[in-house]
């Protein structure tokens, strides 16, 4: 019995495998009993990553593994998701049902060694972790106090996304001299992202403000 899957509607990424199989080895066929599920598959496809679990257990390197009365290699795995690390060997592309969870068949790819297999998973998730972080921007609101003769000065030397809003004309708080000098609130805004970390980001602000 081959452990192959439904891979209808589903989409994968694929790999260009670096190092070309063992010579010899096409027709040398090899069973593997993981969690009671039989695959039957080739040393050639088991060894596409040398340095993989699986191609050191076929090649007899280090590894001592029992066998069932079949002569299948015992492997005590989740053969659910043994299944696309096989196919992944045998094509180079990660294809997954729907239902399935990536984080599942990445802790089997680490157990089996794979390389290529768990830096395809990893980016997935990390755009995937990406993607689930982007939230909509917050407005977030300053009001900023100044005399009329510093208004013109302020507004103009705003940047880093602030935007002006409105301006509140105070009255006269402050006298030199035998002028009065008018005072405003200025308000203004910006929006503010979240970072894939979590932060938010916010610029510096270089409008001129009386303290």
């Known amino acids: ?53 699986l191609c050191r257990l076929c090649q007899g390197e280090e590894l001592q593994s029992e066998r069932d009365e079949t ?20 094509h180079g592309k990660l ?23 768990i ?17 909509p921007p917050k407005h977030v609101y300053r009001v900023l106090q100044c005399q009329e003769e510093e208004l013109t000065q302020m507004v103009s030397t705003m940047s880093d996304g602030w935007c002006f809003e409105q301006l509140v004309n105070i009255g006269s708080s402050y006298n030199y001299g035998n002028e009065d000098q008018t005072e405003f609130l200025c308000v203004v805004s910006k929006e503010l992202y979240n970072s894939p970390g979590g932060l938010s ?9 009386r303290p």
């Open 71 to 90: 002569g299948a290699y015992l492997i005590d795995r989740d053969p659910t998701y043994f299944g696309p690390i096989l196919n992944f060997l045998r």
């Open 1 to 53: 019995m081959e452990g192959g899957e439904n891979t209808q509607g589903a989409v994968g990424l694929r790999c260009t495998w670096d190092i070309p199989p063992p010579a010899g080895t096409q027709a040398k066929w090899v069973r593997l009993n993981v969690g009671g599920t039989v695959f039957l598959t080739t040393r050639q496809t088991l060894c596409r990553e040398q340095k993989s679990f």
């Open 119 to 135: 830096r395809i998973i990893k980016d997935r998730l990390e755009e995937k972790d990406y993607t689930v972080t982007q939230v």
């Open 95 to 117: 294809v997954l049902d729907k239902d399935m969870a990536e984080e599942g068949v990445l802790e089997e790819a680490e157990f089996y060694n794979i390389g290529p297999l």
């Open 201 to 209: 980001s916010e610029p510096s602000h270089k409008a001129k403000v």
